[in-house]
Each structure stands twice: as C-alpha cells, then as structure tokens.
C-alpha cells in the first residue's frame, strides 16, 4: 500500500473508544464482576495470585527461582502506530518489573480491524511492540491475532524472580515512606491529543514517560528496605495507592503537593481534556479515599487520572529512602516522595 493510501486512513485513536490504560474496566464494576467467581485451589506455589489485585502472579519454582506471569492489552492512545506498539508493550512489561521481576519474553496480542487499517500500519504497531521488548533485552516469542472491530495490542510478559525478592502491592508497613517513580497526566495528555489540543513538546513528553521501562524494578526489590511495589496504571494513583493500603492493612498518606505531574497536565485538565476513566475511578472507589478541604476537583481528577505505563509506586523503610531513589537515578529517573504509610486498616488520605 502506498503512503498516500497510509495516510487517508482514519487516526487510530478516532477507532477506539478509550485509549490505553483508560480502557480498563471501572474498579467497582470489575469488583462485582468477580465477586460471582467461584473460587478455585490455591497451590502453595503461587506466590501472588488475585487476592489483593497485584499486578501479576508469582509461580515459585524452587528456593530461587520463580516465574512472573502478567498480560496487558489496550487499544489506541495516540495516532502514530509505532508509538501505541511501544506504549502498550513498555506497559505490560512493567509488571514484572514491579514484581520486582526480571523479564524474560513476550507473546504478542493483536486484535486490529484489517478492512480498516493497512498491512502497513498493523505492522509498524508490532514493530514498535518489537522495539520496546528489544530495549528490555526480552524477544517476542509468539502470539495470538484476531480480526477486531477496534485495534488492540499488548503482550503476555514472563519474567523471572527469586522468591525472596518478589515485592507484591501488600507488604506496606506502618512507618514506610511512599515514593513515585514517573509523573502524573499521562491520562489528560491523551484526552488533549484525541482533540488535537496537544502540541509537539506535549508529546514528547507523554511518549518519552509512556516508553520509559521500569527497569528500577528488581534492583529496587533487592533493598531490604522495600517493602510493597506497584505500577501506577489505569485506576490512577489513587485507585493504586488505595490497593497497596488494603492490601497491607495500613492508612497511607499521600501529601497531594508532593506529587509530581507532567508538564501542562494541570493546564489542559483546567481546560476541560479529562478523560471519562478517570470519572468512573472516582465513581468506582472515591467514597473510601479521605480528601482534605484543600483538594479541589481538578486535584481530584488529576489524583484519578488513568496512567498508561506509569511510575512504580515504592512503599520502603524511611533507613531506606536514600538507597531507592538512589536506584530510581541510576536508572535515568527523577522519583518524588509523595507520602507515607501509618497504622490504619486500609484507608487512603490525601491533603
């Protein structure tokens, strides 16, 4: 096909009708929906499974070895079919990393209208899907396609850990100090491009925070000091933080002018580009999050805005504050502390 024919057709975002990680089922409705489940055994091997919805299973294979298992799929965020491949799989590779895993090969899924879209375009979404697995050192080892109404990408991630460096979502102790790896608005950035309100610096900026692996992840795991670890992704910073709190039976905090936001986010949210997702975060869990009388309802949406291959969320050992952002700038990151965990009984505060 050639480039003209490339070019006529619609803008991938335009097929879709959410993008990246705001496609996620709301966290209430996906509450219900497995609350019907019937509950299956239980090996003592599976380390992690769906108890306190983390962000992978952990399979232990022996005293050293044991396997992270984690998939994660969307549809469009942006309009360049290479960047939503490198976007959408840089997302799912995350999640071994915040088990603090390191990845080991992908299977690709691919579900894209191909009545619509070239072979052309298809392909450049799983080349950029290539190239995010090249940069964390894994190949693409099979997959799965079917012809779908709307696109859809991501991968199945495996990935290796020692069991006694796996760092789930619930191990958060009263005393520890929250840290964020990447900024927030990731969300509001891409309501602004589905408008074509994003100019080129704008997006730069969401590619270059959607692209960026996780990498701190296992040598984070490594620090006795790092007790609970998650990736901040569709359910927005509050929906995450409220998972680790539950899950670790204690009360974060989170101290809202600590929390980093991408540039311009706060000025394209205060002009209206606020992703549905992020209503339906607060909808879904905004009766158990305790907001001070100085958090407004831009602060509110920012605090719920879905993030699509966002920051690790650390909870560590005050001891422990200077090794882990150490590793977060070792690795090219520029982390914030934002809060800390205190005696609770999984409650989420922000002030």
């Given amino acids: 096909m050639s480039d003209a024919a490339v070019s006529a057709e619609p803008r991938l975002t335009s097929l879709a009708h959410g993008g990246g990680c705001g496609c996620k089922i709301a966290p209430g409705v996906l509450s219900e929906i497995l ?4 509950p299956l055994p239980v090996p003592p091997e599976l380390l992690v499974g769906i108890e306190t919805s983390d962000d992978a299973a952990v399979y232990r294979l022996n005293d050293r070895q044991a396997v992270v298992a984690t998939t994660d799929f969307f549809m469009p965020i942006v309009d360049d079919p290479h960047d939503f491949g490198r976007i959408a799989a840089t997302n799912a590779i995350s999640d071994v990393y915040a088990m603090g895993g390191t990845p080991l090969f992908a299977l690709a899924l691919v579900g894209m209208p191909v009545n619509t879209l070239s072979t052309a375009t298809i392909g450049a979404i799983l080349e950029g899907g ?4 090249r940069a964390a050192g894994i190949p693409v080892a099979g997959g799965h396609t079917i012809d779908s109404v709307e696109p859809i990408y991501g991968l199945v991630a495996i990935g290796l850990v020692d069991p006694a460096h796996v760092r789930s ?6 005393g520890d100090v929250l840290i964020l790896g990447k900024p927030l608005g990731v969300g509001i950035f891409s309501a602004a491009l589905k408008k074509e309100a994003l ?4 997006y730069a900026r969401m590619i270059a925070t959607t692209t960026r692996l996780n ?8 620090l006795d000091g790092v007790h609970a670890m998650t990736d901040v992704t569709g359910f927005g910073l509050a929906g995450h ?3 680790m709190a539950r899950g670790s039976g204690c009360r974060l905090q989170i101290e809202w002018a600590a929390v980093p936001l991408l540039e311009g986010a706060r000025d394209l949210a205060a002009a209206g580009f606020i992703t549905g997702a992020s209503g339906r975060n607060w909808a879904s869990y905004g009766e158990d999050v305790i907001l001070s009388g100085g958090i407004d309802p831009l602060d509110q949406a920012l605090l719920c805005d879905p993030q699509t ?4 969320l650390v909870a560590c050992a005050p001891s422990s504050v200077a090794a882990v952002l150490e590793v977060f700038r070792r690795h090219g990151f520029d ?3 934002i809060g800390h965990a205190g005696e609770g009984g999984g409650e989420l505060a922000v002030a």
């Fill in 241 to 243: 933080a409220l998972e």
């Fill in 35 to 38: 609350r019907g489940q019937t």
């Fill in 309 to 312: 291959s966002g920051g690790l």
């Fill in 335 to 337: 982390a914030a502390t």
């Fill in 130 to 133: 290539a190239a995010a697995c």
């Fill in 199 to 202: 100019d080129v610096a704008g």
């Fill in 169 to 174: 979502n619930a191990g958060a102790r009263p």
């Fill in 215 to 222: 990498t701190p992840g296992p040598d984070l795991a490594q």
